[in-house]
């Protein structure tokens, strides 16, 4: 199993967007992951689908868009016409979590839901049907560079257990606090996707910091 590596714009320079997805691409990123907040669901307030749409006019790497939005259902569709690859909706945003997934897949992209800290995997059981991945946050959503919570690797650990008992192919990802210090853990437990933010854009060298993430989870990954 390989881990694939995304990082996270967040933590990247709002300014220089096309030089951060060009670290990305030339640093060997899997993806690019992109967080829209809608200022209620968390406190921030970050982009919408015009950047969404001129991010991917500007990388060939997939976008991994994360909704930390209300009510995902109403905005599905422009997501889907910016050009997202992968559209990820908390199950705590939503109560028609199987419609969200069923139009992201219908419209082309690949389907997620995301898991805050406090909710339980088996918020999921009635999902792998529908699912292309899930994603597990390791810290409270909302902002960047906050400290990773230990108990996500064995949230991980359960959410891989569900998914083999499910028969699913579901992949998982995790996203905040990623880093060194954590990657062999996660990629253990069975996370196939990490989202890097500081430990990315955070570093003198970004670029090269994406290939020390990718060999500290390469320690971990079960063969």
Request: hydrophobic share 45%.
């Amino acid at each position: 199993m390989n881990v694939r590596i995304a990082p996270s714009l967040l933590s990247a320079d709002f300014a220089r967007l096309a030089d951060a997805l060009a670290i990305a691409e030339e640093g060997g990123a899997d993806a690019v992951h992109v967080d829209v907040m809608d200022g209620h669901f968390v406190p921030n307030l970050t982009i919408g689908p015009p950047v969404v749409a001129a991010l991917k006019r500007a990388t060939r790497l997939p976008l991994d868009v994360h909704l930390m939005i209300e009510n995902p259902e109403e905005s599905l569709d422009r997501y889907l016409e910016a050009g997202a690859d992968w559209i990820s909706v908390h199950v705590e945003a939503t109560r028609h979590l199987q419609r969200c997934l069923e139009v992201i897949r219908r419209g082309g992209a690949r389907a997620g839901a995301v898991l805050n800290p406090a909710t339980p995997v088996g918020a999921l059981a009635d999902s792998w049907g529908d699912l292309d991945y899930a994603v597990v946050m390791s810290v409270n959503p909302g902002r960047g560079g906050q400290a990773f919570l230990p108990h996500s690797v064995e949230k991980v650990r359960s959410l891989r257990q569900a998914v083999l008992e499910a028969r699913r192919g579901a992949a998982i990802e995790v996203d905040g606090g990623v880093d060194l210090s954590n990657a062999a853990d996660l990629a253990s437990a069975g996370a196939e996707i990490l989202v890097a933010g500081t430990s990315v854009y955070g570093q003198d060298d970004p670029g090269a910091a994406i290939e020390r993430l990718r060999a500290a989870a390469r320690g971990g990954v079960r063969v």
